[in-house]
Nanobody, 128 residues
Framework: VQLQACGGGLVQAGGSLKLSCAAS?????????MGWFRQPPGKEREFVAAIRWRGGATNYADSVRGRFTIFIFNAKNTVYLQMNSLKPEDTAVHYC?????????????????????WGQGTQLTVSS
């Protein structure tokens, strides 16, 4: 599985930005979870949002719930993260991730070690 993320950049506080992540390497991804983690400067990697490809169930970190939306465009095998009302504390390198549900039973979306596939990071900087 390959994940190609893009869409980062510099935005002012209160602004919006959309990240995208194109998945490839499998004939279909219906049995996958997709998500985003981020790593703020000098801090640990943290969970942002995730979505189950089949059915579209979503999960968000408390810090972004109500501001960010994760969704899938099936025809392009692409996952998006729409980010609104951005804050300076959202500044981080954002990573697209994926994990297969085949043979696995997960109780949470928020553990980064459960995601086998990682895209390259894309930098988001929010200025105050």
């Amino acid at each position: 599985v390959q994940l190609q993320a893009c869409g980062g950049g510099l935005v002012q506080a209160g602004g919006s930005l959309k990240l995208s992540c194109a998945a490839s390497g499998r004939p279909f991804f219906s049995n996958y979870d997709m998500g985003w983690f981020r790593q703020p400067p000098g801090k640990e990697r943290e969970f942002v949002a995730a979505i189950r490809w089949r059915g579209g169930a979503t999960n968000y970190a408390d810090s972004v719930r109500g501001r960010f939306t994760i969704f899938i465009f099936n025809a392009k095998n692409t996952v998006y993260l729409q980010m609104n009302s951005l804050k300076p504390e959202d500044t981080a390198v954002h990573y697209c991730v994926a994990r297969t549900r085949a043979g696995n039973h997960y109780y949470t979306y928020a553990l980064h070690h459960q995601y086998r596939y990682w895209g390259q990071g894309t930098q988001l900087t929010v200025s105050s």
